[in-house]
């Protein structure tokens, strides 16, 4: 079973252009978190979404940033216009659906992380 | 939503036991007690989580005092491997609220 998938592993961006984050869960989960971290700093949540639906977005920019979760495909972390200040490493988790976290052994809220997405802004 | 403390960083020799130990004092009734641990370059790491009293697994202990307030995490007999950030985590929603960690270095 392989482990939650993000890509680029490393993506480079000039100050305004845009930048595309991608999140494949893994097999059979259906919830998909977002976190931010900078050099030195512990991991800040950004978004959680379920299929198709953004559930909470409490810790998004307000501007400039959007996350989506389709029926089909990767999740993606849009990022317009880039600035220097969103550098960062990106990292995506994924978690099973609540009723099946018992049948999986998986504790409470346990969330399952990818390798992450290092983008440099230029 | 509680917050944590916990040392910045810890030195310890291979084969030695490494107790990390976190506050939180704010910790409600539903929270969790949870550790991750991070490698550089990569994502966070579940390592164990409990309640309260002792829980133990393949990888670590976990010691939880009848207040909640604090917890211990117990590696033992660490190896060079180990190196890496350690988070302690208080988890009764959807996010996870992570500090700076405590870094530990292992030596041979």
């Known amino acids: 079973n392989a482990g939650v998938m993000q890509n680029p592993r490393h993506l480079v961006r000039r100050r305004g252009q845009e930048a595309r984050l991608r999140c494949s869960p893994m097999?059979?989960?259906?919830?998909v978190y977002w976190y931010r971290q900078l050099p030195e700093e512990g991991l800040k949540f950004m978004v959680y979404?379920?299929?198709?639906?953004?559930?909470?977005e409490s810790g998004m920019p307000k501007e400039r940033f959007s996350a989506e979760f389709p029926k089909e495909g990767p999740s993606i972390l849009r990022i317009q216009q880039v600035v220097r200040g969103d550098s960062a490493a990106y990292f995506c988790?994924?978690?099973?659906?609540?009723?099946?976290?018992?049948?999986?052994?998986?504790?409470?809220?346990?969330?399952?992380f990818g390798p992450g997405t290092r983008l440099t802004v230029l | 939503l509680a917050k944590t403390t916990q040392p910045i960083s810890m030195d310890s020799y291979e084969g030695q036991e490494v107790n990390i130990t976190c506050s939180h004092n704010?910790?409600?009734?539903?929270?969790?007690i949870t550790w991750y641990q991070q490698f550089p370059s990569q994502g966070p790491r579940f390592i164990i989580q409990?309640?309260?009293t002792k829980v133990t697994n393949e990888v670590a202990s976990l010691f939880i005092p009848a207040d909640r307030k604090s917890s211990t995490l117990s590696l033992p007999r660490v190896s060079l491997s180990d190196t890496a950030v350690y988070y302690c985590?208080?988890?009764?929603?959807?996010?996870?609220?992570f500090g700076k960690g405590t870094t530990l270095s292992v030596s041979s």
């Open positions: 988790a994924s978690s099973p659906p609540i009723d099946a976290r018992q049948g999986a052994s998986v504790s409470y809220n346990e969330q399952f």
């Open positions: 097999k059979g989960h259906s919830h």
């Open positions: 979404l379920q299929k198709e639906n953004i559930i909470d």
């Open positions: 704010n910790i409600a009734t539903n929270d969790y």
């Open positions: 409990g309640y309260k």
């Open positions: 985590l208080v988890v009764g929603g959807t996010a996870l609220i």
